[in-house]
C-alpha cells in the first residue's frame, strides 16, 4: 500500500508563510526525486518544485523562486516545501509525486491527494 500525503495546508493571509509535508508510506523515499505540483481555479496544473533523491538537484518555478524551498529528510520518509510572502496567486491544491527516474521526467510512480492553500484577506 505505497502511498504519498500531503499535508498543512490551509487559509493565510498575503504575506503569510505555510509549510507543506509530503510523507511516504510502503515505499522508501530515498530512491525517489519528489515533485510538488498545484492547481489553482480555472488553470492547469503547473510543477512548483523538484528535489532529487540525493537533493543534488533542486529545480523552482520563476513564480516561487526565492519565497519557497524544497529539502526532505529521508529518516522521516517525508519532503517539505516551506512557503513564505504567499500571494493570492498562490492558491490552489498543491500535489507531490515521486519519480524513480529524477527531477524533469514524466514518469510519476505515487501522488498524494493534494492538500488546500489558500491565500486570501
Known amino acids: 500500500q505505497a502511498q504519498l500525503v500531503e499535508s498543512g495546508g490551509g487559509l493565510v493571509q498575503p504575506g503569510g508563510s505555510l509549510r507543506l509535508s509530503c510523507a511516504a508510506s510502503g515505499f522508501t523515499l530515498e530512491d525517489y526525486a519528489i515533485n510538488w505540483f498545484r492547481r489553482a481555479p480555472g488553470k492547469e496544473r503547473e510543477g512548483v518544485s523538484c528535489?532529487?533523491?540525493?537533493?543534488?538537484?533542486?529545480d523552482y518555478a520563476d513564480r516561487v523562486r526565492g519565497r519557497f524551498t524544497i529539502s526532505r529528510d529521508n529518516a522521516k520518509n517525508t519532503v517539505y516545501l516551506q512557503m513564505n510572502s504567499l500571494k493570492p496567486d498562490d492558491t490552489g491544491v498543491y500535489y507531490c509525486?515521486?519519480?524513480?527516474?529524477?527531477?524533469?521526467?514524466?514518469?510519476?510512480?505515487?501522488w498524494g491527494p493534494g492538500t488546500q492553500v489558500t491565500v486570501s484577506s
Open positions: 528535489i532529487s533523491s540525493s537533493s543534488r538537484s533542486i
Open positions: 509525486a515521486a519519480s524513480p527516474v529524477g527531477c524533469g521526467s514524466y514518469y510519476l510512480d505515487y
